[in-house]
């Protein structure tokens, strides 16, 4: 058992076993799903949420140790190691406090205390230290010496002192002090910039003028807000500080500095000069070191929320439950440029293409009815999709024009276009419709992302599906890790039909990549479809390893082997055998059979190397064989005629979509083209810790409006109970507010200044 491990199981509250099981797993090349799913005995049932906080803290583990190894081993080539430091190092628990000690020695310029120690004042500074009678003068006229350019006693003390500001920061427990006390109490203050040449933008300055006078407690400071502050400081607007949250006479961290070195308040040549060292050390060294990193560690829990906001966003996209296998027509509406339709069936194959013109300039608004109306007949349309961009609702008119004079049957959706052009664009489009123009590429993205959400998106680079909280701020490897990681999860979680799935969708299986997901299709292609799980291992370079965590996810429907239908890995065939045998029934007649399966003792199937959580496992699986955890389609019924901003009145109750969750509350689609702000103070009724608990993208929620910018694109909703003494009427003559006011409007200016 390593320190690693037990570190790691200390930090995530599991036990020393877990965690080394789980880093041996990792460590032999097994992914996450994998040993979430189908190694439960070894990790005493870890699931993918603890693997993953695992994996991440193993990874940052091993590289700040490979750090310090470099910085340890730069140092002592340097021979600028010395014993406190290297202590100070080796105990460092964190990357930016590891840089901050080595920032000084980084240059390969010698520093004043190392050029001090060159001229042989190391002596002198131990004497300045430990001789506290005595004047410093007197000490440091025996360190004169012409062949080390020390002329004069002032000379002596400087170096003296440099040496000892350099050697006060390598105190471990004096800077923990230090900064238990700063992140404590401490304040972070905003401010404006100064002026600077070039002038910074007045529209930048603008959006930042709320934080021109900004004091917030620095651990306490919602994550959002660090945010901003720090795109503020980014674009020259602002400049931040530390300071503690009182002024008292002689600070407190200096205090603890003093402390450190025992030095008395007695009014002595000698505690005087000290008591000078310290506060020019405190001031010019420790204060912006350690302001530096509590900022810094803000930061990174910042972008950690801020990347949490956004992974679990992410995740409710993907997992939004699918309209399912109907023939589906795909509306990219325009209004200039007309708006593209693309028809695609069943298995999301693209049937038609077709751009009309009903809106201005040309106005073609009975010819367009006429051509969709021929197109919907000729295909068995049964569903339609328009995104949501500019001239969503004036489209979705046309449908229903459509719908009524040609009396025809579907279902409308509305959905989020997010992506679509990103998709059009790609390089796997072009590979996929190379013939087809660009425009019309983001209409078949529509289609198919309302049949199945997940098998769509995925194709799309997640940064660009825009659900996120600052996205662009954040740390983008991070960034991109935590995203994929969502989709892997979400993939693996589902499932993918071998014989349907597209290779994007197919190099988020486990143990798959971009080169095994392309030969599978071109195998496919070649045999035509497979037939069971076992044909994987004639795929091209697709060996054993790969396909031991990749089999339990991939799923063939009507093949000649009923498990392979199933998230029954392969190598539980024989525990399922038993059980079949167990029930005297084949297999096909007892899946599903819940009575029969109920009936089974599950510890009876257990043995030295099949454990009681995989029969469990096995057995659910039998019961509801590749059951979907997307749950049921629905969507919001958007209210006829509210198309705009300028429709929507005080008090009004609508229907609408959560297109994204921060921190503040959730942004809701309610078909206007601007989202609106539900506070979390107006999420619900009770008090509301984790606007999540609530609500999440892609939920069907009923609102009310509360509050109405036209000027600035603002529309506050509650989803709280309305009160029986405000009544519609007593707000009708307020209609359209240019200027927002109560709560909503504070909610808008703390949350939207980004």
């Given at each position: 058992m390593t320190a690693t491990a037990i570190h790691i199981a200390k930090h995530l509250n599991i036990t020393p076993q877990q965690a080394t099981a789980a880093i041996n797993l990792l460590d032999e090349g097994a992914t996450v799903p994998f040993i979430a799913r189908y190694r439960k005995e070894a990790t005493q049932g870890l699931d993918d949420t603890q693997l993953r906080l695992l994996s991440r803290e193993l990874n940052y583990t091993r590289e700040l140790e490979d750090r310090k190894t470099t910085i340890l081993a730069v140092l002592t080539e340097n021979q600028k190691l010395t014993s406190s430091l290297q202590r100070s190092i080796e105990q460092c628990q964190s990357k930016t406090a590891l840089e901050e000690i080595?920032?000084?020695?980084?240059?390969?310029?010698?520093?004043?205390?190392?050029?001090?120690?060159?001229?042989?004042?190391?002596?002198?500074?131990?004497?300045?230290?430990?001789?506290?009678?005595q004047s410093p003068q007197d000490l440091a006229n025996a360190f004169i010496a012409s062949q080390s350019n020390i002329n004069d006693p002032k000379q002596a003390l400087e170096g003296a002192a440099a040496i000892i500001s350099e050697e006060l920061p390598q105190d471990i427990v004096m800077m923990n002090k230090i900064r238990h006390q700063l992140w404590s109490q401490g304040i972070i203050n905003a401010k404006q910039a100064r002026k600077k040449t070039p002038a910074i933008d007045p529209h930048v300055l603008a959006k930042f003028k709320d934080y021109f006078s900004h004091q917030e407690p620095i651990k306490k400071i919602p994550s959002h807000r660090m945010m901003a502050l720090l795109r503020g400081k980014a674009a020259g607007a602002l400049q931040l500080n530390l300071a503690l949250s009182f002024e008292p006479k002689v600070h407190p961290c200096l205090e603890l500095i003093n402390q450190s070195l025992t030095l008395s308040q007695r009014n002595t040549k000698m505690s005087i000069w000290l008591s000078d060292v310290t506060q020019q050390c405190w001031k010019l060294?420790?204060?912006?070191?350690?302001?530096?990193?509590?900022?810094?560690?803000?930061?990174?829990?910042?972008?950690?929320?801020?990347?949490?906001?956004?992974?679990?966003?992410?995740?409710?996209?993907?997992?939004?439950?699918?309209a399912g296998n109907q023939i589906t027509l795909g509306l990219d509406p325009g209004i200039r440029t007309g708006v593209k339709a693309a028809i695609v069936d069943e298995q999301s194959k693209l049937l038609a293409t077709e751009t009309i013109y009903p809106h201005a300039p040309r106005n073609q608004w009975q010819q367009a009815i006429t051509s969709l109306a021929s197109l919907i007949k000729r295909h068995n349309v049964t569903l339609i999709s328009i995104g949501n961009g500019t001239g969503s609702r004036e489209t979705e008119k046309l449908i229903i024009d459509c719908k009524k004079q040609h009396q025809l049957e579907f279902t409308t959706i509305i959905v989020s276009e997010a992506g679509a052009s990103v998709y059009?664009?790609?390089?796997?489009?072009?590979?996929?419709?190379?013939?087809?123009?660009?425009?019309?590429?983001?209409?078949?993205?529509?289609?198919?992302?309302?049949?199945?959400?997940?098998?769509?998106?995925?194709?799309?680079?997640?940064?660009a599906i825009g659900v996120g909280q600052y996205q662009h701020d954040v740390n983008e490897n991070q960034l991109n890790t935590r995203l994929n990681e969502v989709v892997e999860d979400c993939v693996n979680g589902v499932g993918v039909e071998l014989n349907t799935a597209s290779a994007p969708l197919l190099q988020r299986?486990?143990?798959?990549?971009?080169?095994?997901?392309?030969?599978?299709?071109?195998?496919?292609?070649?045999?035509?479809?497979?037939?069971?799980?076992?044909?994987?291992?004639?795929?091209?370079?697709?060996?054993?390893?790969?396909?031991?965590?990749?089999?339990?996810?991939?799923?063939?429907?009507?093949?000649?082997?009923?498990?392979?239908?199933?998230?029954?890995?392969?190598?539980?065939?024989?525990?399922?055998?038993?059980?079949?045998?167990?029930?005297?029934?084949?297999?096909?007649?007892?899946?599903?059979?819940?009575?029969?399966?109920?009936?089974?003792?599950?510890?009876?199937f257990t043995d030295t190397h099949i454990g009681l959580p995989t029969v469990i496992d096995v057995i659910n699986e039998l019961k509801r064989p590749a059951r979907d955890p997307r749950g049921d389609f629905k969507a919001a019924e958007l209210m006829e005629g509210i198309e705009t901003i300028n429709d929507l009145e005080l008090e009004m109750e609508l229907e609408g979509t959560v297109t994204n969750v921060a921190n503040f509350g959730a942004f809701v689609d309610i078909g206007v083209h601007q989202d609106g702000l539900v506070h979390i103070s107006q999420l619900a009724d009770g008090f509301v810790s984790d606007p999540r608990k609530v609500v999440k993208v892609g939920q069907v929620v009923k609102v009310r409006v509360t509050d109405i910018d036209v000027a600035r694109k603002r529309i506050a909703l509650s989803m709280k109970r309305q009160s029986t003494s405000n009544t519609k009427h007593q707000y009708t003559e307020n209609k359209k507010k240019l200027t927002p006011q109560g709560t909503m409007a504070a909610a808008f200016n703390t949350a939207r200044k980004n």
């Amino acid at each position: 058992m390593t320190a690693t491990a037990i570190h790691i199981a200390k930090h995530l509250n599991i036990t020393p076993q877990q965690a080394t099981a789980a880093i041996n797993l990792l460590d032999e090349g097994a992914t996450v799903p994998f040993i979430a799913r189908y190694r439960k005995e070894a990790t005493q049932g870890l699931d993918d949420t603890q693997l993953r906080l695992l994996s991440r803290e193993l990874n940052y583990t091993r590289e700040l140790e490979d750090r310090k190894t470099t910085i340890l081993a730069v140092l002592t080539e340097n021979q600028k190691l010395t014993s406190s430091l290297q202590r100070s190092i080796e105990q460092c628990q964190s990357k930016t406090a590891l840089e901050e000690i080595y920032k000084p020695f980084k240059s390969s310029r010698k520093t004043k205390g190392q050029l001090a120690i060159e001229a042989g004042l190391a002596p002198l500074a131990k004497q300045l230290l430990s001789s506290r009678n005595q004047s410093p003068q007197d000490l440091a006229n025996a360190f004169i010496a012409s062949q080390s350019n020390i002329n004069d006693p002032k000379q002596a003390l400087e170096g003296a002192a440099a040496i000892i500001s350099e050697e006060l920061p390598q105190d471990i427990v004096m800077m923990n002090k230090i900064r238990h006390q700063l992140w404590s109490q401490g304040i972070i203050n905003a401010k404006q910039a100064r002026k600077k040449t070039p002038a910074i933008d007045p529209h930048v300055l603008a959006k930042f003028k709320d934080y021109f006078s900004h004091q917030e407690p620095i651990k306490k400071i919602p994550s959002h807000r660090m945010m901003a502050l720090l795109r503020g400081k980014a674009a020259g607007a602002l400049q931040l500080n530390l300071a503690l949250s009182f002024e008292p006479k002689v600070h407190p961290c200096l205090e603890l500095i003093n402390q450190s070195l025992t030095l008395s308040q007695r009014n002595t040549k000698m505690s005087i000069w000290l008591s000078d060292v310290t506060q020019q050390c405190w001031k010019l060294k420790i204060l912006p070191s350690i302001t530096n990193e509590l900022i810094n560690k803000a930061k990174e829990s910042a972008e950690t929320q801020a990347i949490d906001v956004f992974a679990n966003n992410l995740s409710d996209l993907l997992m939004a439950a699918p309209a399912g296998n109907q023939i589906t027509l795909g509306l990219d509406p325009g209004i200039r440029t007309g708006v593209k339709a693309a028809i695609v069936d069943e298995q999301s194959k693209l049937l038609a293409t077709e751009t009309i013109y009903p809106h201005a300039p040309r106005n073609q608004w009975q010819q367009a009815i006429t051509s969709l109306a021929s197109l919907i007949k000729r295909h068995n349309v049964t569903l339609i999709s328009i995104g949501n961009g500019t001239g969503s609702r004036e489209t979705e008119k046309l449908i229903i024009d459509c719908k009524k004079q040609h009396q025809l049957e579907f279902t409308t959706i509305i959905v989020s276009e997010a992506g679509a052009s990103v998709y059009s664009a790609s390089e796997l489009a072009a590979n996929e419709f190379p013939s087809l123009d660009v425009s019309l590429r983001g209409a078949v993205s529509i289609a198919r992302r309302l049949q199945d959400p997940l098998a769509e998106l995925v194709k799309i680079e997640p940064k660009a599906i825009g659900v996120g909280q600052y996205q662009h701020d954040v740390n983008e490897n991070q960034l991109n890790t935590r995203l994929n990681e969502v989709v892997e999860d979400c993939v693996n979680g589902v499932g993918v039909e071998l014989n349907t799935a597209s290779a994007p969708l197919l190099q988020r299986v486990s143990g798959l990549n971009a080169t095994l997901a392309n030969n599978i299709v071109h195998f496919r292609e070649s045999i035509g479809k497979f037939q069971n799980r076992k044909q994987l291992l004639k795929v091209p370079r697709l060996g054993p390893k790969a396909f031991e965590q990749a089999a339990g996810f991939l799923r063939i429907s009507n093949g000649n082997e009923p498990l392979d239908a199933s998230a029954v890995h392969p190598e539980s065939y024989s525990l399922a055998s038993n059980i079949v045998k167990k029930c005297r029934k084949n297999i096909k007649d007892l899946i599903g059979n819940d009575s029969l399966l109920n009936s089974l003792n599950a510890a009876e199937f257990t043995d030295t190397h099949i454990g009681l959580p995989t029969v469990i496992d096995v057995i659910n699986e039998l019961k509801r064989p590749a059951r979907d955890p997307r749950g049921d389609f629905k969507a919001a019924e958007l209210m006829e005629g509210i198309e705009t901003i300028n429709d929507l009145e005080l008090e009004m109750e609508l229907e609408g979509t959560v297109t994204n969750v921060a921190n503040f509350g959730a942004f809701v689609d309610i078909g206007v083209h601007q989202d609106g702000l539900v506070h979390i103070s107006q999420l619900a009724d009770g008090f509301v810790s984790d606007p999540r608990k609530v609500v999440k993208v892609g939920q069907v929620v009923k609102v009310r409006v509360t509050d109405i910018d036209v000027a600035r694109k603002r529309i506050a909703l509650s989803m709280k109970r309305q009160s029986t003494s405000n009544t519609k009427h007593q707000y009708t003559e307020n209609k359209k507010k240019l200027t927002p006011q109560g709560t909503m409007a504070a909610a808008f200016n703390t949350a939207r200044k980004n």
